[in-house]
């Protein structure tokens, strides 16, 4: 790898790093390019070339995966979590949640509630064996 490929990457990845750090944060093209020290233009289509998407898929899609999370284990209502991951409508949620997930965010939710387990097969599965 020449090393001009590899400051390349560098700076892409300087810039999904704080992506991924403030996914809430209102970050957009040009604050990005500022962190990766290119233009934008440039920033958008090397950031695609090494990461198969673009810089605003990219963070919709580590909100969204944030937003799973606190779905599947806090019962805060599904506005709350949307402003806290950093959406800014929940109409605009509950579409991104539904392009990249299949379904919406309160269906999600429903099918990810866990089942309980008997404690008989919770214990006999961590179990060390010998």
């Known amino acids: 790898?020449?090393?001009?490929?590899?400051?390349?990457?560098?700076?892409?990845?300087?810039a999904r790093d704080a992506m991924d750090r403030a996914y809430a944060q209102p970050l957009d093209v040009p604050a990005l390019a500022r962190i990766a020290h290119v233009s934008e233009a440039h920033f958008t289509r090397t950031f695609r070339a090494t990461f198969g998407e673009t810089p605003h898929r990219y963070l919709q899609r580590r909100r969204v995966e944030r937003a799973m999370s606190l779905l599947r284990e806090t019962d805060r209502k599904v506005t709350d979590i949307c402003f806290e991951v950093g959406f800014g409508s929940p109409a605009t949620f509950s579409r991104t949640f539904r392009d990249i997930v299949g379904r919406s965010p309160r269906e999600y939710r429903k099918?990810?509630?866990?089942?309980?387990?008997?404690?008989?097969?919770?214990?006999?599965?961590?179990?060390?064996?010998?």
């Open 1 to 14: 790898m020449s090393r001009d490929a590899e400051d390349t990457n560098r700076r892409m990845l300087r």
């Open 111 to 130: 099918a990810s509630v866990a089942m309980p387990v008997p404690t008989c097969f919770t214990m006999a599965w961590t179990r060390p064996s010998t």
